[in-house]
Every structure is written in structure tokens, then in C-alpha cells.
């Protein structure tokens, strides 16, 4: 079996599963798409980058279209106006971060690649969630929490498609936040929810601006996005509901955020479910078992073939009646030597003999004959029985 697949079954050996990737992309080398392979070592590259920064924080993203009300989510969570809220889209193309529990997360946050001046710091444990109706618990249990406010998925403006698509591809925990007028948006399934199936325990998506219809609707508008959500392969993702204008399900999703921080999970089943879409792209490309070898009988076919077309028999057959022709002249009967010297060297009839009569050379000049159709025939077929 291959190592990539190999790796496959070590879900919780990180270290070993990149050690098999980079053995197989260095092996499918010129043999398989350049794209598949440039891509399975850039997914390599990052996982072994994340996996050498914090594993004490988790990385969640807020991502949405616009108007899904993410940024007031993002702000209720923080107990602080720390995006920009509006139903127009945002004038910068950077992602905002708030960090609770700030040891070891600043090289983190700069290999995510937010701002400085976009940064929040939570030191200690203040009261932050007092300002938000239902979250009055302290800081300590988001100790480790890094929670970003990502652009527009949909913006007009191409940097921001950028920032989102390149941070999807960077974070530990996903939450798409939808609203009931465009959960079923195709640019969202079909550009992201559907290829992030592998990633369902890293995925949750959040029904905001539930206040703004009646419970009624809101149940059946939740109801159809699990729907929709199994089509795409998210069986495993939950959906929520909330509203970050009256607090409804914030509690929900902060217990959700709370635990993924405290079990410290989501960063290495991120890393395993791109290592593992690594490996469904590649896998045709990769024996699924290694190779049994070649068993004597079909080695022996193939040397035989390639011997018989190099001309290894006719060479042989001289070799041995040119010794016999030498050993005659000089040890047999003295009268009849001087005939057995007249007789042509089977070797100096294939310019295989040196001038000296004592070492054979290589064949320069040589006239053994070129392969017949048969022989070069048996060869192929030989090779086809190993192959």
C-alpha cells in the first residue's frame, strides 16, 4: 500500500501523514498533473506551518455574504463594536481578529495574515459579554479563542473574494452565517459549502436574523438548509439559529465556541480533513497496494527474451567454440595443430576479439544480428506477463 494511504489510516499521527504526503507528491513527480501535485504540496506546506504554531488556540472564522448580519455576530460575541456593521460592504479587504488568551497567538495571527490595527487582545477576564443580553460568563472559558470577521464572500470587489478564499483555506473552525433571504444562495454552495464536504466536524452554519420573520417560517427555513446542507455532504455540520440583534441563539453559539476551544480538537481535524481531500485527488494516481514482485517464472521469460534479441546465445556459442578451437591448437596432437589453426575464430568473426587473443572486448563493430520480429515479439509480450 502507498504511504499516502498508508498515512490515511493514522488519523491522529499528524507528523507521519505529512511525511506520507511529501513522499508521495515527490514520487507522482512529472508522473501525474503538475496542478494535482503543486496543489497536494501547498495543502503540505500549510498544514506542517499550522501545525508548528499554537495548537492552544483555535482558529474560527465568521463568513457570509452581505447583510447576513456576521459583523454584528462577530461584535455580540466580542462585547465590543470592533467591525464595521452596514448593509453596504465593508471598505477593507483585511479580515478582523479578536484573540482571548494572548500567549503564543501573535505569530498565529500574523501567519493568518490580519492587521494589526484590526487586532483586539482580551487580557484577563473581564466581563465582556455583559454587554450582550444572556452572555455574562467571564472570559476564561474562551481562554484560546482567535475569532475572525471575514469579508463578503459575494463583494464586488475581488480582494475581498481573495482574503475569504484565502483564509477559508487557513482556519481551524468554519461558521458560515446565513440569513432567510439567501441561505440558499448557489455562489455559496456551490463555490464553497459543497467542496468543504470532508471538513463537515470543522463546519457549522448559523440561520442569523431569525427576528426578522415569524418562528414559523424560521423553523421551515432551518429545516430546508439542513436539507440543503445534506445535498452538499455537511450531514455532520449543525446548524443553529440566531439573532445578534436580540440575543436569541448567541448562547448556543458561544457554547459551541467554548467547546471547541476547551477540547482543542478543531485545529487537528481541520488538518486531517485536507490531508485526507489530498488523498481522494491523488488516490488514482497511487497504487492502492504495493507491488507483488515477479514471481521466477516470468523473470526468467523476460531474460530469456532480452538475451535471445541481444544476441547472448549466438555470443555464447562463439565464446565457447573459440576456447575449444584455442584449447585444440595448443594441446592437441602436435601434427594436426597446425590444421586447427586454420580454422576462423568464431569471436574475430564477430569483431569481438581483441588483437592480443587474450581478453574479449565490447562489442565495437559487432556483427551480431539485429533482432528478428519473433524475438523483439516475445520481448513485448514478456514485459506486458511483468508489467
Not at 461584535?75 to 503564543?104: I, M, Q, Y
Request: charged share 25%; proline share 6%; aromatic share 4%.
Amino acid at each position: 500500500m502507498s504511504p499516502l494511504l498508508r498515512g490515511r489510516r493514522r488519523r491522529a499521527d499528524l507528523p507521519a501523514m505529512l511525511a506520507a504526503l511529501d513522499e508521495a507528491t515527490e514520487a507522482l513527480d512529472g508522473r501525474a498533473d503538475p496542478a494535482l501535485v503543486e496543489a497536494a504540496r501547498a495543502v503540505g506546506t500549510r498544514a506542517g506551518e499550522r501545525l508548528r504554531l499554537s495548537g492552544e488556540h483555535t482558529v474560527v472564522a465568521l463568513a457570509g455574504s452581505t447583510g447576513s448580519g456576521k459583523s454584528s455576530l462577530f461584535n455580540a460575541l466580542a462585547g465590543a463594536d470592533l467591525s464595521p456593521v452596514g448593509v453596504r460592504r465593508p471598505t477593507t479587504s483585511k479580515a478582523f481578529a479578536c484573540v482571548w488568551g494572548t500567549e503564543g497567538a501573535a505569530p498565529l495571527v500574523q501567519w493568518l495574515g490580519v492587521p494589526r490595527r484590526n487586532t483586539t487582545w482580551r487580557h484577563g477576564s473581564g466581563d465582556a459579554w455583559g454587554r450582550t443580553e444572556g452572555l455574562k460568563t467571564p472570559d476564561e472559558s474562551l481562554d484560546g479563542l482567535i475569532l475572525l470577521d471575514l469579508p463578503d464572500h459575494d463583494s464586488t470587489a475581488m480582494e475581498h473574494q481573495h482574503e475569504v478564499d484565502r483564509l477559508v483555506e487557513l482556519v481551524d473552525l468554519l461558521v458560515w452565517v446565513v440569513d432567510p433571504q439567501k441561505y440558499a444562495d448557489r455562489l455559496l454552495h456551490d463555490r464553497y459549502l459543497r467542496p468543504l464536504s470532508g471538513h463537515s466536524a470543522v463546519t457549522v452554519v448559523v440561520l442569523n436574523q431569525v427576528d426578522t420573520i415569524n418562528p414559523f417560517a424560521a423553523a421551515e427555513c432551518a429545516k430546508d438548509l439542513r436539507h440543503l446542507l445534506d445535498e452538499d455532504g455537511l450531514r455532520r455540520s449543525p446548524v443553529l439559529t440566531s439573532s445578534a440583534r436580540t440575543g436569541a441563539g448567541l448562547p448556543a453559539l458561544r457554547e459551541l465556541l467554548v467547546d471547541a476551544v476547551s477540547k482543542r480538537r478543531a485545529r487537528n481535524d481541520r488538518l486531517v480533513a485536507d490531508l485526507e481531500s489530498v488523498v481522494d485527488s491523488l488516490a488514482p494516481a497511487v497504487a492502492p497496494v504495493e507491488p507483488t514482485g515477479i514471481d521466477g517464472s516470468e523473470g526468467g521469460r523476460l531474460v530469456a527474451a532480452l538475451a535471445g534479441a541481444a544476441g547472448v546465445p549466438v555470443i555464447g556459442h562463439a565464446v565457447e567454440e573459440s576456447w575449444r578451437l584455442r584449447a585444440a591448437g595448443s594441446f592437441g596432437w602436435p601434427p594436426t595443430r597446425w590444421v586447427r589453426r586454420l580454422r576462423p575464430d568464431p569471436l574475430r568473426r564477430l569483431h569481438l576479439r581483441g588483437g592480443d587473443r587474450r581478453e574479449v572486448r565490447g562489442m565495437v563493430r559487432s556483427s551480431v544480428p539485429e533482432p528478428s520480429p519473433v524475438q523483439r515479439a516475445q520481448v513485448d509480450t514478456a514485459l506486458r506477463a511483468v508489467s
